[in-house]
Structures are given as C-alpha cells and as structure tokens.
C-alpha cells in the first residue's frame, strides 16, 4: 500500500478548457484516495475511487458535475459486524480559477492547470457515509445483557427498547464526551494506538 503517486492520481489537466469558455470535456477519473474514514465507515487503502463526470469551463472556473463511486467498509451500529457498501455519490462543484476564490464552498484549480478531483471525491464520500450505518434495515443487534449476536441465536433475553438512531452513541467511550473530542480527532487517536 505504499505506492502513493507524487502527483494525486485523481487531478486532472483542463488547460485546453480554460482557454475556452463554454467548452466542456468528459473525464473518467480511477485511483486510490488515502485518509476516507470516520469512526464507523472507511476505504481500505488499495481500493479505487472512480469519478466520471462532465468538467465545464463557466466564468468563475470549472463546473465539474457526476458522480463519486467506491466501494468501502460499514460497520453496523447494532451486531458491529462489518459489510462492503456500495457508494455512489452525485457532485457539482465549483473549482475557482484564482485560488483566493476558494472557501468551503469551493475547490480551486492547481497552479499547473489541473483539478484535484481527490479532494471533492474525499469530501462527497465521507459527507456521504451514514453516521449510523447497518448491516441490513432490520438487522436485530446484539443482546443488551448477554452481548449475543441476535442476527445469529436467540438467547431468550428480554430486550429494552432502544431507538436505532441513538444506538451508534452507546457504543461511545465516554471518556470521549468528557473531552469534547470531534469524531475525526477520535479516528486519529485510533490510527495512532
Ligand atoms: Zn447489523
Ligand atoms: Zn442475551
């Protein structure tokens, strides 16, 4: 996994657009994007991230419009157990032609007349990954007492009713709240242990 390109393998040239208003190309962007992860979703390394879209020259820069698409790693927040996911992300992004143009809202073109398509893929699938992911839209989760699979074997214990959308929290540390962590910072000290 540690064949990490110089060059991001998802920038791509558009000089000849830029000299041209109103000229569009189609591009079909294919390499790997490193760091995709929050807490319960991830990218493994060597996986490729495709980004097929329409790149447009308009007055502020290029309109690049289409879709991000990967395939990544969903821990469910009820059994924990891992399943591959399908993501397929629609994008419309604006990269600035003067990089003092560009905020949150908006990329910027490369000095050297390329777009660095592996910035706004990152942002479009990791904005896209659920906060609470499952396994299946009924998956049953594990036992609150005994900790069993319940996917798996019944083991007759009584379960409380628990909201699907709060069950990722009782997962958390919560030495994590107690320190303000954000997610992202949780993930680093992850990376690091
Ligand atoms: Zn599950
Ligand atoms: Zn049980």
Redesign the pocket.
């Known amino acids: 996994m540690s064949k990490q390109a110089a060059t991001p393998a998802l920038a791509v040239n558009v000089r000849e657009l830029l000299k041209q208003p109103g000229a569009h190309k189609h591009v079909v962007q294919r390499g790997p994007v490193p760091d995709l992860a929050t807490p319960v979703a991830w990218v493994e390394p060597e996986a490729e991230v495709t980004v097929d879209a329409e790149v447009e020259s308009v007055v502020e820069g290029l309109l690049v419009t289409g879709q991000v698409h990967v395939m990544a790693k969903l821990e469910c927040a009820r059994c924990l157990r891992v399943v591959d996911q399908e993501q397929l992300v629609d994008v419309r992004e604006l990269f600035a032609l003067d990089p003092r143009d560009a905020d949150d809202d908006c990329y910027a073109v490369l000095r050297d007349d390329r777009i660095p398509l592996d910035a706004m893929a990152r942002d479009a699938i990791v904005l896209a990954f659920p906060a609470a992911p499952l396994c299946r839209p009924d998956c049953a989760g594990l ?1 609150q ?2 900790g ?1 699979d319940r996917n798996l074997t019944d ?3 009584q379960q409380g009713e628990i909201d699907p959308r709060w069950a990722a929290l009782a997962d958390l540390d919560p030495d994590d709240s107690r320190s303000g962590q954000t997610s992202e910072q949780r993930h680093v000290t992850r990376l690091e242990e």
């Open positions: 036992c007492q005994c069993a083991c007759g214990h």
